[in-house]
Nanobody, 124 residues
Framework: QVQLVESGGGSVQAGGSLKLSCAAS????????MGWFRQAPGKPREGVAV????????VYGDSVEGRFTISQDRPKNTLYLQMNNLRPEDTAMYYC?????????????????WGQGTQVTVSS
């Protein structure tokens, strides 16, 4: 499996920005999608944004559409999540994950490699 390490989390005020990074040990030819997920205490893990590795197609969750941007740097094996206009409800642990199934999904099921997470805290 691919090893993933997230970074870039922190504490910001509402309206601020953060850029998360996810360094992958390698993308394999089996890697079809990479996704960002988040989980707040007491809540289920939520899909935030997904990118298809082969053509950079992206899909966003409704709550972050227009504020967050997922991107990748293939030569660096790095995934990014630019988060703008942050809101207190964006507070959560953010994870990146790898998917090898050749279907779009915002469900955590089917993502086989996960990082340890990076905490994002947004104050009002």
């Amino acid at each position: 499996q691919v090893q993933l390490v997230e970074s870039g989390g922190g504490s910001v005020q509402a309206g601020g920005s953060l850029k998360l990074s996810c360094a992958a040990s390698a993308y394999t030819t089996d890697t079809k999608y990479m996704g960002w997920f988040r989980q707040a205490p007491g809540k289920p893990r939520e899909g935030v944004a997904v990118i298809r590795i082969g053509d950079n197609s992206v899909v966003y969750g409704d709550s972050v559409e227009g504020r967050f941007t997922i991107s990748q740097d293939r030569p660096k094996n790095t995934l990014y999540l630019q988060m703008n206009n942050l809101r207190p409800e964006d507070t959560a642990m953010y994870y990146c994950a790898e998917r090898r199934l050749n279907t779009w999904s915002f469900s955590a099921n089917g993502y086989i490699s996960w990082g340890q997470g990076t905490q994002v805290t947004v104050s009002s």
